[in-house]
């Protein structure tokens, strides 16, 4: 029987890359985002969806409950990074970022969570490693993976007994069009592949990973 697996961040690179994998190794996927997702690929594209609102996500949960049926599982890659010192940067970066790292996938597991609850599913959130070791100008950026860190070993904990994995990978650079802008100079070749990041994605949502729950897997190349 196809399983059905909800990826937010659909139009970003890596999101665009997760999907990719994940319907070819068999999966029904929908995608979210607040921008317009692309259909190749996806069984379900919402577009337009304000994650961090939660009419919006519960709207969304229901279209998934009644165009699709069911949900297996949940990828949360919706997301965004900001490098900026402490002394020279905003404050309000700091809530943009835990709005845009954090609560993200707070409202959005809260909106799916009675059908993964239902299918006994898989949870998988997207950290970094920079939350593990933060270099200058991620502050920010780092609290904020961070709490995505502490959001998965909470949720697995809670879900442990009902059956629902959660886990989270921790990429370091992954490589992008916008950081390969941003960073021109840079050896791309020691950056995360997004088709090898996904590639682990997959695994962590398969059979093979059905032990595993809690779990925080460095993904981070040569960096």
């Known amino acids: 029987m196809t399983k059905t697996v909800a990826v937010t961040g659909a139009a970003g690179a890596l999101g665009s890359k997760t999907i990719a994998v994940l319907a070819e190794a068999g999966w029904n996927v929908v995608?979210?985002?607040?921008a317009d997702v692309p259909g190749e690929g996806v069984a379900l594209a919402l577009g337009g969806v304000d994650l961090t609102d939660e009419a919006?996500?519960?709207?969304?949960?229901?279209?998934?409950?009644?165009?699709?049926?069911?949900l297996d599982a949940l990828v949360n890659i919706a997301g965004g990074f900001v490098w900026e010192t402490l002394a020279d940067g905003a404050?309000?970066?700091?809530?943009?970022m835990y709005t845009m790292n954090v609560k993200t996938a707070v409202v959005t597991t809260r909106a799916l969570l009675p059908m993964l609850r239902q299918a006994q599913g898989a949870i998988v959130n997207i950290g970094a490693a920079g939350a593990v070791?933060?270099?200058?100008?991620?502050?920010?950026?780092?609290?904020?993976?961070?709490?995505?860190?502490?959001?998965?070993?909470a949720l697995a904990e809670e879900l442990k007994g009902e059956?629902?994995?959660v886990n989270a990978v921790l990429p370091s650079i992954i490589d992008t069009p916008t950081n390969r802008a941003d960073m021109p100079d840079a050896d791309f070749?020691?950056?995360v592949s997004p088709e090898k990041l996904a590639q682990v994605i997959a695994f962590l949502l398969s059979?093979?990973?059905?032990?595993?729950?809690?779990?925080l897997v460095?993904?981070?190349g040569r960096v």
């Open 163 to 165: 059956g629902v994995r």
């Open 31 to 34: 995608g979210i985002d607040l």
């Open 91 to 96: 404050l309000a970066s700091w809530d943009r």
């Open 218 to 220: 460095p993904v981070t």
């Open 189 to 191: 070749g020691d950056w």
């Open 207 to 215: 059979e093979g990973a059905s032990d595993m729950t809690g779990a």
């Open 56 to 70: 919006a996500m519960t709207a969304a949960a229901d279209r998934i409950r009644g165009e699709v049926g069911a």
């Open 133 to 153: 070791k933060a270099g200058m100008g991620m502050g920010a950026y780092g609290a904020s993976k961070s709490g995505v860190m502490r959001l998965t070993e």
